[in-house]
């Protein structure tokens, strides 16, 4: 377990018996109460560094519950009123969840909205074109102009991180 303390006094950091992974002092936090910008952050870093490759995402599905390992997701596609979330070697999985929200749910540096249709996991590219990705397992993302750019700025972060 691992907690976040907002405190004024670094001395009481150094007397806790507890490893501290982060903290953020009291005066760094917003002046509104409702934004606590430096809890939210420590909070999504702890979150991360949590995660890490092995995030998982709860998917909900008529009555029962599936646990996908985020790193197994290839790509998702958005057709009607159905998500396809497809994982290499296996039929994709069907939920009613927009994409949007799903990829709020996912880890932000390996997941990209690349078309109003599609969300590429990194994890899994082979190529990138700049109007496509080509995945591992051969199947063709397309990227939208709409998308291009941040796109484009998302996957060479992703790459850069790789070095």
């Known amino acids: 377990m691992q907690i976040i303390i907002i405190h004024d006094e670094t001395a009481y950091l150094e007397?806790?018996?507890e490893k501290i992974a982060r903290f953020c002092q009291e005066n760094q936090?917003?002046?509104?109460?409702?934004?606590?910008?430096?809890v939210r952050e420590a909070l999504q870093e702890l979150q991360k560094e949590m995660n890490g490759a092995s995030q998982?995402?709860?998917?909900?599905?008529?009555?029962?519950?599936?646990v996908l390992g985020c790193e197994e997701i290839l790509y998702m596609e958005r057709d009607k009123r159905?998500?396809?979330?497809?994982?290499?070697?296996?039929?994709p999985i069907v939920v009613s969840e927009k994409?949007?929200?799903?990829l709020q749910r996912l880890d932000a540096g390996a997941f990209s909205r690349c078309h109003n249709s599609f969300?590429?996991?990194f994890r899994?590219?082979?190529?990138?074109?700049r109007n496509s990705f080509l995945l591992e397992d051969g199947s063709v993302i397309p990227v939208s102009r709409k998308y291009a750019?941040?796109?484009?700025?998302?996957?060479?972060?992703w790459t850069a991180g790789m070095q």
């Open 82 to 91: 159905k998500t396809f979330i497809t994982c290499a070697g296996e039929e």
């Open 15 to 17: 007397n806790t018996h």
């Open 119 to 121: 969300i590429v996991n």
């Open 56 to 66: 998982k995402l709860l998917l909900e599905l008529k009555g029962r519950e599936i």
């Open 29 to 38: 936090i917003d002046g509104t109460v409702r934004s606590f910008s430096g």
């Open 99 to 102: 994409l949007e929200s799903l």
């Open 149 to 157: 750019r941040s796109v484009k700025e998302q996957f060479e972060e």
């Open 124 to 129: 899994h590219v082979r190529e990138y074109r």
